[in-house]
């Protein structure tokens, strides 16, 4: 009797076989798939090495208090009282400041009996040749001392001005020349981009009231060329320019930790918990890159220091620099996107600083030949054909016209020093209306003198 076989085990069709097969090599691909999305994740999300900022960084001066200009320049600020002036008031001696059309007695006294106390550390100051800002390194360090430090010297321009309405300009120029010599300090003062700019804006202005002593009295020839030496001496070195661009790698080393959620101070108060956790994300935030934009965007900065006008318009570097680093695929690219951001809110418009240093050096240069000029004529009876003649007796060379390199421009038929500006301005007439902001000297006063040039 035959013994029987088992049953056959079943066997798979050909169609599941192939589904199963199918189905293994599907998840595969998506693992295949996954892992390599995961490592180029990874690779586009590493940050690169820290940069070499050693060429950015520097220590502050350790000077003795009554050995730092800054410190004394603050220290009489300190001394001058404050006023609540009235909405009036206030327009009143911001036109008596500018040599503008209204002037009061009453305000004027005030501001003289305000400045005496002040006035013989400010005097003191001009004499001392260095000075250091209190350092500046986190956002939450504030600069208390630059309103009363402006205030001060514009005070003391009315107290020049005043003593000009009283007939001795000399002693105006000298007072507007310790003005000027307080601005030039506070500029090179090693402090950050708002000191620099604080100190220009002191200077354009103490130089506006220079003009006008001159241009609406008879100072003595002496006093005229110790004016044209002070002038001379006000120009700011290219390292106060550039250290003020350094000192701001302080204040951005000290702000990124904001950005990736750490408390500073009470800076935070929980609104930075999502930027925390942003941050956290490798790829929106490599602070090495960032940090390597930035310090590029200053280098490029301060290699423009005192370079023409055509030279910042074609810089590449400089114009283009948010272009270029910033809005990049802004809205859709997620490289280092925070680290865009945040450098959109913290770069320094460089571009605009290194301008207004051209157009200070300039003003500083058409005050030079104005003063120059007016020496000649007291001497020789009449203006020269060409701003030639005043060398070497009265300049050591032509001063130059800091926008385009040219020599600061001169007529003597309309009677008029001019810098030609960042438009290329002109002057061809003795009407022409003068754009704001122009840098325009007339050698003899085309209306009567305002209120507060009625000297």
């Known amino acids: 009797m035959s013994q029987e076989l088992p049953p056959p085990l079943p066997t798979d069709s050909p169609k599941s076989t192939i589904k199963r097969r199918r189905r293994f090599f599907s998840w595969k691909n998506v693992l295949i798939v996954l892992a390599v999305g995961a490592a180029g994740l990874v690779w586009w999300s590493r940050d690169e090495p820290p940069p070499d900022v050693s060429d950015l960084v520097f220590t502050p001066l350790q000077l003795p208090a009554d050995q730092n200009a800054y410190s004394v320049i603050t220290k009489a600020a300190q001394l001058v009282p404050e006023h609540k002036w009235t909405d009036d008031e206030q327009d009143t001696l911001q036109s008596m400041i500018e040599g503008g059309n209204s002037w009061s007695d009453s305000i004027a006294q005030t501001c003289l009996r305000d400045i005496e106390p002040a006035w013989p550390l400010l005097y003191q100051a001009q004499k001392i040749p260095q000075g250091q800002t209190p350092w500046v390194s986190a956002p939450e360090d504030l600069l208390p001392e630059l309103g009363p430090i402006k205030k001060l010297c514009n005070i003391t321009q009315i107290r020049a ?24 300090r506070v500029e090179e003062s090693r402090g950050t981009i708002i000191h620099y700019l604080t ?59 904001l950005l990736k959620g750490q408390k500073l101070g009470d800076l935070t108060d929980g609104k930075f918990r999502l930027l925390n956790k942003l ?93 120059a000029l007016t020496l000649y004529k007291r001497e020789h009876g009449e203006f020269p054909a060409t701003l030639d003649a005043l060398v070497p007796a009265y300049l050591p060379a032509v001063p130059r016209d800091y926008l385009d390199g040219a020599p600061i421009r001169y007529s003597r038929d309309l009677g008029v020093v001019w810098s030609v ?26 209306t009567p003198a305002p209120a507060s040039r009625l000297f």
């Open 279 to 371: 941050s956290s994300v490798p790829l929106l935030l490599k602070p090495n890159l960032t940090q390597r934009v930035y310090t590029n965007y200053l280098r490029v900065s301060s290699g423009l220091v005192d370079q023409p006008l055509a030279v910042l318009q074609s810089s590449d570097e400089l114009n283009n620099f948010t272009q270029k680093n910033i809005r990049r695929k802004f809205f859709y690219n997620p490289d280092n996107i925070l680290g865009r951001i945040f450098l959109s809110i913290i770069t320094p418009a460089t571009s605009a600083i290194l301008k207004a240093r051209l157009r200070e050096q300039s003003h500083i240069s058409a005050t030079e030949a104005f003063l």
């Open 199 to 257: 100190g220009s804006v002191i200077k354009r202005s103490s130089l506006v009231t220079i003009q006008d002593v001159v241009a609406y009295n008879n100072p003595s020839g002496e006093t005229l060329r110790t004016t044209l030496r002070g002038v001379s001496e006000s120009r700011a070195n290219t390292d106060a320019v550039a250290l003020a661009f350094k000192s701001e790698l302080r204040f951005f080393d000290s702000s990124l930790p």
């Open 161 to 184: 001005r005043n003593q000009a309405r009283l007939n001795d300009p000399d002693e105006a120029l000298r007072t507007a020349l310790v003005v000027l010599s307080a601005g030039n």
């Open 421 to 446: 500006g960042l438009k290329n301005f002109a002057i061809t007439q003795t009407d022409q209306v003068i754009e704001k902001g122009e840098t325009v000297l007339y050698l003899t006063p085309r």
